[in-house]
Every structure is written in C-alpha cells, then in structure tokens.
C-alpha cells in the first residue's frame, strides 16, 4: 500500500512560472518530510526538508508548506528555470530500530520551458 | 559533488559474471542502505545496515548479497543476475539513532545485465 501519494506525474511550466507538486500521506508517525530532487544519471539529492511541526520552509527558490491536519504537503518552485527540470520525489521519513526510513511518492518529471 | 561515493558509475555483466558496487561515505552515520531504481521510478529499499549489521532485507533474491565490512564501507555482491535486475542502483546513508535527519544518495551504478 502506496503510504505517499504525489500529484502530479508530469508538469509543463514555462520558464519564470510557478511550479507546484503536492504530497498526502497517511502514516501520522512521520516525523520529516524531504524533497529530493533528481536529475538524469544522478542519484537523489536533497533539496529542502521540514518538520511536522513547521507549517512552511522556504530556501532561496523553493518553499515546503505543510498541513498536518489534512496530511498534505506540498513543494513551490517560484521562477522556475530550465535547470530545475527533474523528477523530483517527495517522501516521509520515521526513526525505527534501523535508521531513518523513507517512504518515497511516486516521483514528479517537471519541465521547464525556456 | 556527493558525500556518498560510489563505484563504478556503469556496470555491465553477464548472467553468469560475479561483481561487486561499492559505496563509501565518511559522515560518520551509522545506518547505510542500498535500494534499486528503475527508470520513471522512486527507489525501492532493498537492504539496512545498522552499526554495520544487517537489520532489514526486503525479500531481496539471494543472487544479491551485500556486506558491510565497517562504518564507512557498503557492498553488494553480485552473481548470477537476471535481465530485469538491470536498474540503477543506489546507496545512501543516515544517522542511526537521531531522528529528523534525510538520508544522503550516491549517484548510483547503472547496471546492465546482457
């Protein structure tokens, strides 16, 4: 069972837009929630990450804003360019007796038009 | 640059060849995994080590044997693989007991099985 879901698969934005991806989860134990962004024959790097705890995050470009009474979070990418096409991949995160383990959602190919 | 290495960046083997991918991360966190990406797709959590024990193995084939000879090191011996076992694969590494805190990707070894 797909304990994070992320919307959409595939976003078109044209240069200087705003691109948005949400994520819903269901596993209130989540304690962190990270955005990886991805590009093609790279591994996952992370982007920004925020606590439950925290309503919004931002970092330069990019801002997390999180509900957690309705389970959902989501990325902004404000002015978005080129460089930002990716897959990018929302996840949340627990502490267990092994580490700190992700659940990924289903991963986000964003293009960015010039 | 990541802070996770890992070597070789492409791999290409036969059914019947035994090779090892290798992964190397000096952060000083005691949990490291190695998970399997195929294309279009978020990873899949293969194997956790923690305190350089193994502490999950997600029904992974046997054909599949990792180690993890100290805390800085992660290996996954290969033998005997099959064509769809060709992905990316991808190692990264977290602090054990310390909530809160993302795991670190490497940039993978593409690996194709002829």
């Known amino acids: 069972q797909q304990q994070v879901k992320q919307s959409p698969q595939s976003l078109i934005v044209q240069k200087g837009g705003i691109s948005i991806i949400n994520c819903a989860y269901e596993?209130?134990?989540?304690?962190?929630f990270p955005w990886y962004q991805q590009f093609p024959g790279k591994g996952p790097a992370l982007l920004i990450a925020?606590?439950?705890?925290?309503s919004e995050k931002k970092e330069g470009r990019f801002t997390i804003s999180f509900n957690k009474s309705a389970k959902q979070f989501s990325l902004h990418i404000m002015d978005s360019q080129p460089g930002d096409s990716a897959t990018y991949f929302c996840a949340a995160s627990i502490n267990n007796n092994a580490g700190n383990m992700l659940t990924f959602g289903g991963g986000t190919r964003l293009m960015v038009k010039p | 640059d990541t802070e996770v290495t890992q070597t070789p960046k492409h791999l290409v083997m036969g059914m019947t060849n035994k090779k090892s991918l290798k992964c190397e991360q000096h952060?000083?966190?005691?949990?490291m995994y190695w998970y399997k990406q195929k294309a279009k797709k978020p990873p899949e959590l293969m194997f956790v080590?923690?305190?350089?024990?193994?502490?999950i193995n997600e029904s992974v084939p046997s054909r599949f044997s990792p180690e993890c000879p100290n805390s800085s090191l992660l290996n996954l011996h290969l033998h005997a693989l099959q064509p769809e076992d060709s992905a990316l694969y991808l190692c990264?590494?977290?602090?054990?007991?310390?909530?809160?805190?993302?795991?670190?990707f490497g940039d993978g070894t593409r690996l194709s099985i002829l």
């Open positions: 925020i606590r439950p705890d925290v």
């Open positions: 080590y923690s305190y350089e024990k193994l502490s």
């Open positions: 596993n209130t134990a989540f304690d962190y």
């Open positions: 952060m000083g966190h005691r949990a």
């Open positions: 990264a590494s977290s602090h054990r007991d310390q909530g809160g805190q993302p795991q670190h």
